[in-house]
């Protein structure tokens, strides 16, 4: 997952308040019930503090010593601790020894640990002393010795939970990330199928009315317009393609007849010539109609298993002749025997026009290699002629573009167009390599997972 998707950031979103409603729900009690408990406590001391403050100012010094002893006998409060000391600080009552240090005189209660007569152990010790009239020291507290525990046992038990809480928080995070992805799991898959060129695959229909439904539906709704758009589009191509090639077959049958009745001889080149450019007009327009059809996807219902090793045994033997003529060779590279569904007809053009283009701008050894491959196989046909420069390979690829050394050629620009053309509708990619020295035009065809199209 990248650290800047939207997926990552919800994913964080929803662990950090996953973490911060785990905490306030944690520690958020735990501070109220320290700070009640420390409030009650208070109020117990001070309402211990005023009643002998009361008893002192009825009963004078002894009447106080003695209502002191009666609360620690332990018969009355189990939790008070009480001093009371001359001027001089020496204990007259009470339940502790002495005046705990740094405990002032009048200042708010404060906590200390100390031992109480009769107890074993030191406890936690909500206390304050005041000055009686006289000089008179009387301290009082509450002993919070059991809450603070508690306390301390909360606090443990709400960072072990706080640890589980982070844990949980990441889970949920994950969980609700992975909802959102399965939710957008069929769109995603019928794009690329669609991009793959299986135009009838829909996002199966969704009933609960939410956003990923409205998704998935105005997908749909782009799809069918754009398989209504490529319908129209093969209408149109197939129109055009019966309307050129009509007059243009006629005009090449007028020529024809006109070449068997020239006399003249000097007329007889330009007749010749006119044949030429009739030709490679028809082979254009053939050329660009099936680089239309293929980047459009049609032609996936003319897809039958073949063997790629004797289709490029084949291609090489017919071109052997043309190959031999100019002191050249060509031989192939491939294994025994290698089958896997494609276009039969196109695949055959492609590698056809690659051997051109050797033919014209290539030297020296013509290669053709096969390479199976677990999802499809790897198609390269290179030689050792001067190549085509890094810079220029992307250009190359364009329809109707041309280099500065094709140029001097009859080419329009089309038959690596159309190698890439053939290669999208086989599901695969075009790249141009350096052979070193040379060119390697590489095709990958991977075998389509996504159904055909159906004839329409």
């Known amino acids: 997952m990248i650290a800047r998707s939207t997926t990552f950031r919800f994913a964080a979103l929803v662990f950090a308040f996953q973490l911060i409603t785990a905490a306030v729900l944690l520690f958020g009690p735990a501070a109220l019930l320290r700070s009640q408990s420390h409030a009650n406590a208070i109020a117990v001391a001070e309402t211990m503090q005023d009643d002998l403050v009361q008893t002192y100012a009825s009963a004078g010094l002894s009447g106080l010593a003695h209502a002191i002893d009666t ?258 060779a060509i031989v192939v590279e491939a294994p025994a025997a290698f089958e896997m569904p494609v276009h039969r007809q196109l695949l055959d053009q492609t590698i056809g026009n690659l051997i051109d283009n050797t033919l014209k701008y290539g030297a020296g050894t013509i290669t053709l290699s096969l390479r199976p491959e677990p999802d499809g196989a790897t198609i390269s046909v290179a030689d050792e002629g001067p190549g085509i420069a890094p810079h220029d390979r992307e250009q190359a690829l364009r329809r109707f573009s041309r280099l500065d050394q094709a140029r001097r050629g009859w080419g329009a620009g089309l038959g690596l167009s159309l190698v890439q053309a053939v290669a999208h509708l086989h599901d695969g990619t075009v790249d141009l390599r350096d052979a070193a020295p040379g060119l390697d035009v590489v095709i990958r065809l991977r075998i389509a997972l996504t159904p055909a199209l159906p004839p329409r």
């Not at 006399?263 to 044949?275: I, K, R, S, T, Y």
Request: no cysteine; net charge negative; hydrophobic share 45%.
């Open 71 to 328: 609360r620690v006998s332990r018969r009355i409060e189990r939790a008070a601790a009480v001093l009371l000391t001359d001027p001089s600080g020496k204990r007259i009552a009470g339940n502790l020894d002495k005046i705990p240090a740094g405990l002032a005189v009048n200042a708010p209660y404060e906590m200390v640990e100390l031992t109480r007569s009769g107890h074993a152990s030191p406890e936690a010790i909500l206390m304050q002393s005041v000055r009686l009239p006289g000089g008179a020291v009387l301290v009082t507290g509450t002993v919070i010795e059991s809450e603070r525990q508690i306390l301390a046992l909360l606090k443990r038990t709400s960072m072990i939970a706080l640890a589980l809480s982070v844990v949980l928080a990441a889970f949920a995070a994950f969980v609700s990330t992975r909802l959102i992805l399965n939710r957008l799991k069929a769109s995603v898959s019928t794009l690329r199928a669609v991009r793959a060129g299986d135009l009838g695959r829909r996002v199966p229909r969704d009933e609960t009315g939410d956003a990923f439904a409205l998704l998935g539906s105005e997908v749909n709704q782009a799809l069918d317009r754009v398989a209504s758009l490529n319908d129209e589009l093969k209408l149109a191509t197939d129109g055009l393609a019966h309307d050129l090639r009509s007059p243009l077959t006629r005009m090449r049958a007028a020529l024809d007849r006109l070449a068997e009745h020239v006399d003249d001889e000097a007329a007889q080149p330009f007749v010749d010539q006119a044949l030429a450019e009739t030709e490679r007009l028809m082979a254009m327009i053939e050329t660009a109609l099936n680089i239309t059809r293929a980047e459009a996807g049609i032609g996936r219902e003319s897809f039958i298993p073949g063997d790629l090793s004797e289709l490029l045994n084949n291609v090489a033997e017919i071109y052997a002749p043309l190959v031999e003529d100019q002191g050249r």
